[in-house]
């Protein structure tokens, strides 16, 4: 099994910026792609970015620019950095981990975090 815990959600204001940060740990030497999916009440769970080990990254419509995706493969962890938020990038976020190396949705994925909420107000 693996296990994903997200930190780094919260308030903030339009324009302004916000990290999250995700560890995983327990069985992760088959993981090889790790990201984020977000999903905002009423709406399907959408892609935000994703990394293959090999540091390939995708990136939801619209946000390559204002987010950026890194991960640190000896520590297990990803980052989102989150730039220029606006409402509409309010959504429970979500860590993900795939075995797959080049997931097609987030039906490849395997193991799933918790969530994490971010909230973008005027």
């Known amino acids: 099994q693996v296990r994903l815990v997200e930190s780094g959600g919260g308030l903030v204001q339009i324009g302004g910026s916000l990290r999250l940060s995700c560890a995983a740990s327990?069985?992760?030497?088959?993981?090889?792609?790790m990201g984020w999916y977000r999903q905002a009440p009423g709406k399907e769970r959408e892609l935000a970015a994703v990394?293959?080990?090999?540091?390939?990254?995708a990136y939801g419509d619209s946000l390559r620019g204002r987010f950026t995706i890194s991960r640190d493969n000896a520590k297990n962890a990803v980052d989102l950095q989150m730039n220029s938020l606006a409402p509409e990038d309010t959504a429970v976020y979500f860590c993900?981990?795939?075995?797959?190396?080049?997931?097609?949705?987030?039906?490849?994925?395997?193991?799933w975090g918790q969530g994490t909420q971010v909230t973008v107000s005027s």
């Open positions: 993900a981990a795939s075995a797959a190396p080049d997931p097609e949705g987030d039906w490849a994925y395997d193991y």
């Open positions: 327990g069985s992760i030497f088959g993981i090889k792609t």
């Open positions: 990394i293959t080990n090999d540091g390939r990254r």
